[in-house]
């Protein structure tokens, strides 16, 4: 089995799901306007719960499976690695059994409890996802814990497509039926693209179980773990991740209850908490996510590959795997955050036209990229340390500022559903803080301000002012919004790119360790845009 290298596989991830987000934004944001502020309300209901649900299913066990799977491998112990991933699908199917079957029973009293009854169809559509994609989860962290992220993302693709075809095609069927109808069919598309992922991840292993085999039976025989050793020492890794990546969708069930009831508080009728609500979980949320697919992905690579350092006892390793996957995600999320939040007005009027207002929520909620993107990178290391516990206190303190912000700010009539967006800021904030000095403490990693923090600043405040000049001058141009829109988005990453390299905060060692990193960095010193 091939080995990819942590940025390597980093980016295959990334690849795959930046093309996932593309075809889920041709999803997402042609969804809202069909099926308006009131489909997605249905749809949002039901969401929370499926992703809860699917959290405590399948978070935890997968990145298990890659750490175990990963610190066997590097041991040369392909045989128990094997093992230990067909244990995992055993537990992983009953899991899957139970968690769809729970909520098929609980759909129609639930959705009455969330006083939204209307969800019911969009509830029932996504429970049967919760079977397939267990299973599909399963394969991934197999193959991710031999650092082969190439049936991830094929996975990945092909769920999505599922998910929109489907998903899509549904909705318009169904919504001379009615909304709720539509948002039923919009939601099944989750368990048409849980089939599609299983399906296609499936094959992959079909096609390379001979190599697998072959790499099995030829791997010195071992001392065995028993299956329940087996699945005891997963739980051990999966409780506490799958308690950490329960916050979030936790949260965003309490969002739910408190955000609409805090609306209505504030003067707002039950249709316009509801409307507001979309706009925050059906939208503007949906753009806030599009760049957090790198640093997932880059999340997602370090788990196994700190994993296997550890292993061998590189502390140096270690440290510089953990450096670059930190720096990696400021360099992402800071550009996004800034460019989400300057030109929120003209990106929201090109998507949801009927809803301009829904930018807003985009100016405030855009400044959680860069916090997120520190959650996500430093949880992968602390998970690939061994200390998955210190995320999970981290982000239940973060969700603590979040619920305590959102409650009174939502309150404030003038302030609404902004309020909500400013909570989810300040949480993701304190907990990218926490789990930051969690790294530091464990591996003793030192991030030089200059470079790691103000070089990055420079380089985004000059990408900030050149995209709101690049959009004034180029709407001047042509009077059209996309266009001056795009412009800005395009040449805001180039302006971004070229500061960054000509400030030297990425260098040349750093670029190197990338797919073809060294050709780069090689024409970048050509040009005089690259100084070490």
């Known amino acids: 089995m091939q080995k990819h290298s942590l940025l390597k596989g980093a980016l295959i991830l990334s690849v795959a799901g930046i093309i996932v987000k593309i075809i889920g934004a041709i999803y997402r944001i042609p969804l809202a306007n069909i099926i308006t502020s009131e489909g997605m309300g249905y749809y949002q209901t039901a969401y929370p719960i499926y992703i809860f649900l699917l959290t405590i299913s399948t978070a935890g066990i997968p990145t298990a499976i890659s750490k175990l799977v990963s610190e066997r491998t590097a041991l040369g112990d392909r045989k128990e690695a094997h093992r230990i991933f067909r244990v995992s699908f055993a537990a992983l199917l009953v899991i899957g059994i139970v968690s769809s079957t729970i909520l098929l029973a609980v759909a129609k009293p639930l959705v009455f409890i969330l006083g939204n009854p209307k969800a019911y169809y969009a509830m029932l559509a996504v429970a049967p996802a919760l079977f397939f994609v267990p299973l599909m989860s399963a394969f991934r962290g197999y193959f991710q814990g031999m650092q082969n992220m190439l049936p991830t993302a094929l996975s990945q693709i092909f769920e999505q497509l599922g998910r929109v075809i489907v998903g899509f095609a549904l909705a318009i069927i169904l919504l001379p039926r009615g909304t709720e109808y539509a948002a039923g069919g919009a939601s099944f598309g989750a368990t048409s693209g849980a089939i599609a992922g299983m399906a296609i991840v499936y094959i992959v292993y079909l096609y390379n179980r001979g190599r697998i085999m072959s790499e099995v039976e030829s791997s010195p025989a071992v001392i065995r773990d028993s299956a329940g050793t087996i ?6 890794i999966a409780v506490p991740i799958t308690l950490g990546a329960s916050v979030i969708p936790l949260m965003d069930m309490i969002d739910l209850g408190v955000v609409m009831r805090r609306l209505q508080f504030a003067g707002f009728s039950v249709t316009e908490a509801n409307s507001l609500y979309g706009q925050l979980k059906g939208m503007a949320a949906t753009l806030v996510n599009f760049p957090q697919v790198i640093t997932i992905a880059l999340a997602a690579s370090l788990v196994p590959a700190i994993s296997e350092s550890s292993a061998r006892e590189d502390s140096d390793g270690v440290i510089r795997k953990a450096e670059v996957g930190l720096k990696a995600g400021i360099l992402i999320g800071l550009p996004a955050a800034v460019g989400l939040s300057v030109l929120a007005r003209p990106i929201m009027m090109m998507l949801y036209p009927k809803e301009p207002e829904v930018w807003r929520v985009l100016q405030v909620l855009g400044f959680g990229v860069i916090f997120l993107s520190i959650v996500q990178t430093a ?16 982000m239940l303190i973060g969700s603590g500022f979040k619920l305590v912000v959102s409650y009174v700010l939502t309150g404030i009539a003038w302030i609404n559903i902004r309020g909500a967006a400013l909570g989810t800021v300040i949480g993701y904030m304190v907990a990218g803080m926490l789990n930051y000095w969690d790294v530091k403490k464990e591996t003793g990693i030192r991030l030089g301000i200059l470079n790691f923090i103000m070089k990055p600043i420079i380089a985004v405040l000059g990408m900030a002012a050149g995209v709101t000049a690049v959009y004034g001058w180029v709407y001047r141009l042509s009077v059209s919004n996309t266009i001056s829109t795009l412009s800005a988005v395009i040449l805001g990453a180039i302006i971004y790119g070229i500061l960054l390299l000509v ?30």
Do not use: H
Not at 231 to 236: C, I, N, V
Not at 388 to 394: A, I, R
Not at 503 to 512: K, V
């Open 231 to 236: 699945l005891y020492k997963l739980l051990a």
């Open 379 to 394: 949880t992968g290391v602390l998970q690939g340390l061994g200390k998955p516990v210190l995320p999970v206190k981290n």
């Open 503 to 532: 400030l030297g905060g990425i260098t040349s060692q750093e670029l190197n360790m990338m797919p073809g990193g060294k050709r780069l960095s090689r024409l970048f010193k050509k040009i005089g845009l690259m100084r070490k």
